[in-house]
C-alpha cells in the first residue's frame, strides 16, 4: 500500500476547511494517510478483520458528518483514531456485554507485579528462520491472547507510535495507567513468543527448550 | 562510580520505561550494571526489545485487500 505523505499543518486546514464545504476529495485527501492507522485502531478492539473493517469505515463517516466540530489546533489522525475507539468500543458493548469485562472497569490502577514466566533468550530476531506467515501467525496469536486492556494499549503505543500522552487521552487512562499497562502487554508478548523463538514456532516442534533459574 | 545496586523484581518493573528511555539517569544506570551481572533480565530486556521491534513491524495487521476502495467508494456515497 503506497500511502502518501501526511499533509503540513497548513495543508490539514485547508483540506478540513474544504472538506466542511462538502468537498468529498478534500476529505479522503485527510482521511487516507491514517486509514491503517484507523484500521489497525479497530482491530485492536475487534480482534476480527472483517468487525474492524466496518469499525473503521462506521468511524470515518462519522468524522465527516461531525467535522465541523474538528478542533483546528488538534491532530486530525489522533481525532480519527479517538472516534474509531470510541466506536469499537461502543460495538463491543452491544454485541458482546456479557463478555465484555475491561472497558467499564473503574479507572483504578489495580495492576500488580508482572514476573517474566520464564528467561529464554532471544537475543536476535532470526528473521531469516522465519517465513514471513508464520511470525504474523506467531504475534496474532500472542495479540490475540494479551487482555483487551493491554492490547490497545500496545497498539497504539507500538504500532501507531502514539506518545504516552496521546494515548491516556486517547484512552481515557491516566499516564500512569498507559505505563503500567504497557509494561505488562510487552511482558506478556515476550512470554508468548520468546520460547517459540527458541524452537516451537520456529522449528514446528511443539517442545521448546525453557530455560528456567527455579 | 559505584552505583546502589538492584533487584531483578524493581528491574522488571521499569524494563518498559526502560525500553521508551524513560527513566532517570541514576536509575538506568543502575539497571544497565544489573543487566551486565544478570543474564536473565538481560534475556527479557533483549525479548522486550524485540518485541517492540516486531509488533512496530505491523505485519500482524495488515489492511485487507481493497479496503482503500471501499472506504472511498462509502464517503462518496455518503
Known sequence: MG???????????????????????????????CERAVYVAAMSIMNNAADAEEV?????????AHLAGFRAEAKFSTWLIQITINE???????DRRHLYDSIDEPRTDEEGDYSPKDFADWREIPSEALKRDELRNALKRALDTLPLKYREVLILRDIQNLSIEETAEILGISQGNVKTRLLRARLQMRDALAPGIDGSWSTGKPEYKKVRPW | MSVIEISCLEVWRELSNYVDDDVAPELRARMEAHFKSCAHCKAVLDGTKNVVKLVADGVAYELPSGFSDRLYRKIKDK
Open chain 1, 3 to 33: 500511502s502518501p505523505a501526511a499533509y503540513s499543518d497548513a495543508s490539514q486546514a485547508e483540506l478540513v476547511r474544504r472538506a466542511c464545504e462538502g468537498d468529498k476529495e478534500a476529505f479522503y485527501s485527510l482521511v487516507r494517510p
Open chain 1, 56 to 64: 473503521a469505515q462506521e468511524a470515518v463517516l462519522k468524522a465527516l
Open chain 1, 88 to 94: 469499537a468500543r461502543s460495538r463491543l458493548r452491544k
